[in-house]
């Protein structure tokens, strides 16, 4: 394996906070892309000059050096999904920015780049605390003094603003609900384990509003739609309308849920697309179409009532049980289903004549 050139000067070779960074060589082995961005961003600020990532995707990254628009160097690597690691492909260690011109230049400040690696909020959030305490009452201009001392780049007034507001969040105090450090009560992890959930109904919690002898978990209600067992074929407990009994409905064992969340066959089978009819309406069909002349139905008409009983009637209307309401409402809900059954057959119903028409 060839090894490249690596000129570095004995000021540049030690580092106060961190040990000195291997060159990046051909042949070498990441374990991810990122791994390798990373070396070389530390590679780069180490031996001061500025990374350009030219090419960056899943596949591989190709980087130059800003520091001097006509500089050569070249590095690439290329990730492998076989071997599942990336590997450097490229290194072309030749340099002839400021830097680098010289070896007695070695520790020259590179000249002005807008967006130096070093004066990344990212990387100087990582340097800033190693190379000094930030606290309340340190200075800005402290922390745009020491990152020019280390890494010869004077960082903006407005970054150096945003490196103490970000350090002195850390220190503030503790978080005024856990009374934990490093975090605020903002961003309190107790308070997001302790938040209600999405709401949903439950068999149980509808009992137990019911008795209003318990204590509810927050997100226990819904929206009001019917729920049921996919397993139980439709034959529940709470109404079994396939066998037109209303009187062995359950309040006790339903849930409300979406409407399209009920069984196929949860309606009593007819002759006709599967849906069901009213039998009374289905006699009167069959009627008609064996020739007997339509009987017309005088409408009812409705007893007079006192006022005593017109107020008695009312009352017991508005007075229901909760479990008469609940009923209803699953009856509601249950007429809606079919509407929704029948409007999606004549939906595919008109589809399809829209389509032979288009066809002949």
């Not at 791994?35 to 500025?50: C, G, H, M, S, V």
Request: glycine share 6%.
């Amino acid at each position: 394996m060839p090894v490249v050139s690596h000129r570095a000067g004995p000021e540049l070779s030690l580092s106060r906070w961190r040990k000195a960074m291997p060159p990046i060589v051909q042949g070498q082995i990441f374990p991810t892309l990122l791994d390798f961005k990373n070396a070389l961003r530390d590679w780069a600020i180490e031996r001061n000059w500025t990374p350009h990532i030219l090419d960056s995707d899943s596949h591989r990254v190709r980087a130059g050096c800003r520091s001097s628009p006509d500089c050569p160097f070249r590095v690439r690597a290329n990730y492998s999904m076989k071997r599942g690691d990336a590997k450097v492909t490229t290194c072309d260690d030749n340099h002839t920015c400021e830097p680098f011109r010289a070896d007695a230049d070695l520790g020259k400040p590179h000249q002005d780049i807008k967006r130096a690696e070093t004066g990344k909020l990212k990387f100087l959030l990582e340097a800033v605390p190693k190379l000094m305490l930030v606290t309340l009452d340190t200075n800005i201009q402290e922390i745009i003094d020491a990152v020019a001392q280390k890494y010869g780049q004077k960082i903006p007034l407005r970054q150096a603003q945003k490196v103490k507001s970000a350090l002195t969040d850390r220190v503030k105090g503790p978080c005024r609900h856990c009374h934990q450090l490093g975090h605020t009560r903002r961003h309190c992890p107790q308070l997001r384990e302790s938040a209600p959930g999405p709401m949903s109904f439950t068999q149980n919690s509808i009992a137990h509003h019911s008795n209003g002898n318990e204590d509810h978990d927050d997100g226990a209600y819904a929206d009001g739609g019917l729920d049921y067992d996919p397993d139980d074929g439709g034959h529940s407990d709470l109404m079994d309308y396939a066998n037109h009994d209303p009187s062995n409905n359950n309040a006790s064992g339903f849930s409300l849920g979406h409407p399209q969340q009920l069984p196929n066959n949860i309606f009593t089978p007819s002759r006709q697309n599967g849906l069901p009819i009213d039998p009374i309406l289905a006699s009167r069909i069959e009627r008609l179409n064996s020739g007997e002349a339509p009987v017309p139905v005088q409408p009812a008409v409705a007893p007079q009532q006192t006022p005593n009983q017109l107020t008695a009637t009312q009352n017991s209307h508005t007075t229901k049980t909760p479990q008469e309401t609940r009923l209803e409402a699953a009856k509601l809900m249950q007429q809606a289903a079919r509407l929704m059954q029948e409007a999606a057959r004549l939906n595919s119903e008109a589809a399809r004549l829209t389509a032979s028409a288009a066809g002949d």
